[in-house]
T-cell receptor
Framework: GAVVSQHPSRVICKSGTSVKIECRSL??????MFWYRQFPKQSLMLMAT?????????EQGVEKDKFLINHASLTLSTLTVTSAHPEDSSFYIC??????????FGPGTRLLVL | QQQVKQSPQSLIVQKGGISIINCAYE??????FPWYQQFPGKGPALLIA?????SEKKEGRFTISFNKSAKQFSLHIMDSQPGDSATYFC??????????FGKGTRLHILP
């Protein structure tokens, strides 16, 4: 149990375009989902926390207009990188948390912006 | 005060040896201390976790030792195997809120 999926697993896009990444909890309902960013050989950096049906809470320094988060249901959250630039290239990881339990992490999405 | 300090940054251990990774924290409000294992190109996976009301937790070859007074905790991997080669992150959280990660330890087990 407690499986979290992400789609796509990797994506290449041109600079200036927008990219959407989906995060799904497959066998549980997630009251809260989290989005992280990880650069090579570095730790996970929390970008934002989203609760179903409400606006996401962004960490300091993360541009909410650039990284749009939508938590439309208890099993789906999306991260849209708008007007992507090469410096947005990174490994994006989501996690989902059922009520009263710990976070379960997705497999990650590798984004490369050309 | 929200940091979790992890050491060493990298570690090389012979097959069959014991791998030890240490972490320290400042915020005494933390009440959940998980360890994650991450392979290249994959998301982190929960390996083992401990609450501060116990001093040790063991699951198979993996043991967490927790020293509440020193605000330190460590991961011990017994009989280390080449398949254990990965990056390990210690972490801490409060009331299942957002998780604060250490910087990670790249472990390499020599065959």
């Amino acid at each position: 149990g407690a499986v979290v999926s992400q789609h796509p697993s990797r994506v290449i896009c041109k600079s200036g375009t927008s990219v959407k990444i989906e995060c799904r909890s497959l066998d549980f309902q997630a009251t809260t989902m989290f989005w992280y960013r990880q650069f090579p050989k570095q730790s996970l950096m929390l970008m934002a926390t989203s609760n179903e049906g409400s606006k996401a809470t962004y960490e300091q320094g993360v541009e909410k207009d650039k990284f749009l988060i939508n938590h439309a249901s208890l099993t789906l959250s999306t991260l849209t990188v708008t007007s992507a630039h090469p410096e947005d290239s990174s490994f994006y990881i989501c996690s989902a948390r059922p009520a009263g339990k710990t976070q379960y992490f997705g497999p990650g999405t590798r984004l490369l912006v050309l | 005060q929200q940091q979790v300090k992890q050491s060493p940054q990298s570690l090389i251990v012979q097959k069959g040896g014991i791998s030890i990774i240490n972490c320290a924290y400042e915020n005494t409000a933390f009440d959940y201390f998980p360890w994650y294992q991450q392979f290249p190109g994959k998301g982190p996976a929960l390996l083992i976790a401990i609450r501060p009301d116990v001093s040790e937790k063991k699951e198979g070859r993996f043991t967490i030792s927790f020293n509440k007074s020193a605000k330190q905790f460590s991961l011990h991997i017994m009989d280390s195997q080449p398949g254990d080669s990965a990056t390990y992150f210690c972490a801490a959280s409060f009331r299942d809120d957002k998780i604060i990660f250490g910087k990670g330890t790249r472990l390499h087990i020599l065959p």
